[in-house]
């Protein structure tokens, strides 16, 4: 580990010199690429220096303990000891959570899909609910959010919704959201004050470049048509829907919400290249079958990962068995401690297969 670590530290004082070079920066794509390479580089060097620190003053109290010293000063420089000892295991801990093989998503862009599931109107109530968590969240985080695709009820549940959040590392956030989310309330429809369990499913998929997925344009099928629901007076009069559809794959798309039919294509665009890359990276997964799926990233959409009960004021994710009694404030987005979790829960499964 010391090696590889001594290595990145030189890689990163190599990028330093090359960034601040007058003659690379007249390069811009080159230039941003080293300047790319060194951020990421940035926070395992960090850590590694600190790291050679403790080590340095270690070795000073251990020369210090080999010298004649009266009880007093022994005692101080023993309990020294004890503290750098227990900072010097922390700091490994933590280099060897930033070695592991770093997903290569996780900076990207995400593209959510929420769409109701068992429980009728009180499902898709529900997914409402989920919808404004997901925006509250990413507006505390100071990312952006845009609808590509949006289906409501006539009393503003969301029967389906399809939508764009933009910020860096939105993804590492937000991967683990996949699967069933269920909720147990008293729904406002009901008028003898039962409580109903009802559910909504969640997929969160990486924004997906151009270039990483090759799209032939004679594969796909696109078919306009008019706009349907709210959107003023050019609903059923302008044909500015677009679906389209992948032949290979059989994958449809559609948008709506955009009055001009080129940016409904753009959109749904969009969420196809999302798509057909997630379907690519899920088939490389299921041949890779010597590595054990992860029980936090294994992103199984049937799979039921948290509950969300009002009676009880209570959050449950059953993946790892973290409770919360405070539901309202994670239902406006507070979803730090949940997403904290289950990161550090995934970290700890990887690290424990490279041990």
Not at 94 to 105: A, E, F, Q, T, Y
Not at 182 to 197: D, F, L
Not at 204 to 228: G, H, K, Q
Request: proline fraction near 3%.
């Amino acid at each position: 580990m010391l090696d590889k670590l001594e290595s990145l530290e030189n890689k990163y004082e190599e990028l330093s010199q090359l960034i601040a070079d007058p003659k690379v920066m007249e390069d811009q794509g080159r230039w941003q690429q080293y300047v790319k390479s060194h951020s990421d580089l940035s926070d395992v060097v960090a850590v590694y220096r600190d790291y050679k620190k403790v080590l340095s003053e270690l070795e000073d109290v251990g020369q210090m303990l080999s010298e004649k010293l009266d009880n007093d000063m022994r005692q101080m420089v023993e309990l020294e000891q004890e503290e750098l000892a227990d900072k010097k295991q922390e700091i490994e801990r933590r280099l060897k959570i930033l070695l592991l093989p770093k997903d290569p998503n996780d900076d990207k862009n995400v593209i959510m899909e929420i769409r109701a599931g068992t429980g009728g109107e009180e499902a898709a109530l529900f997914g409402s609910d989920l919808f404004r968590m997901y925006t509250r969240f990413a507006e505390l985080k100071g990312w952006r959010t845009e609808i590509l695709d949006s289906h409501f009820t006539d009393i503003g549940g969301i029967k389906e919704i399809v939508f764009l959040i933009e910020g860096k590392g939105a993804y590492s956030q937000l991967k683990f959201e996949s699967g069933v989310h269920r909720v147990q309330r008293v729904p406002t429809t009901e008028s003898g004050g039962r409580i109903h369990t009802s559910a909504a499913t969640v997929a969160v998929l990486p924004e997906a470049e151009e270039v990483e997925v090759d799209i032939n344009p004679n594969d796909l099928r696109i078919d306009v048509f008019c706009s349907t629901g709210p959107g003023g007076q050019s609903v059923n009069t302008t044909q500015s829907a677009v679906r389209i559809t992948h032949i290979p794959t059989g994958l449809v798309v559609s948008c709506q919400d955009e009055k001009s039919q080129l940016k409904n294509k753009d959109k749904a665009m969009k969420v196809l290249r999302a798509r057909l890359l997630d379907q690519a990276q899920f088939e490389q997964q299921q041949q890779m079958a010597s590595a054990r799926k992860s029980q936090v990233g294994s992103g199984d959409r049937s799979e039921r990962i948290r509950t969300y009960n009002f009676p009880q004021n209570r959050v449950t994710d059953h993946r790892i068995g973290l409770t919360l009694h405070r539901l309202q404030e994670v239902l406006t987005g507070n979803l730090q401690e949940i997403v904290d979790a289950l990161i550090t829960t995934d970290q700890a499964e990887r690290l424990q297969q490279v041990d």
